[in-house]
């Protein structure tokens, strides 16, 4: 994704939103998955989902593979802050 398109998304709206940092956790551990097995997962409905999504998309931490109707979303690991992220929710964890 565009980076210009990327910092369009502050920090503070990522982190705005629990639904939206459970997302991001599980696709950082996950690194892909599905709407419907990630919202199993994160214990969210599909519209919530699906909002968290748009916005993460939006800022470039993710994105969304198309295979027909089957939407497949993967964290970008090869982005620097995606990377960041993730270290800092290992050592949350650990």
């Known amino acids: ?8 998304i502050g920090i503070e709206d990522l982190f705005s939103s629990r639904g939206r940092i459970k997302i991001l956790k599980e696709l950082a551990t ?9 919202c199993r997962r ?10 968290h999504l748009e916005v993460l ?5 993710i994105e969304e593979k198309i295979f027909g109707r089957i939407k497949i979303y993967r964290y970008k690991a090869e ?3 995606a990377r960041s992220l993730k270290s800092l929710f290992d050592i949350w964890k650990s």
């Open 1 to 8: 994704m565009d980076t210009e398109i990327s910092q369009k």
């Open 30 to 38: 996950s690194s892909e998955l599905n709407i419907s097995e990630l």
């Open 42 to 51: 994160v214990n969210l409905n599909h519209s919530s989902t699906k909002s």
């Open 57 to 61: 998309l939006k800022s470039g931490l």
């Open 79 to 81: 982005d620097l802050r």
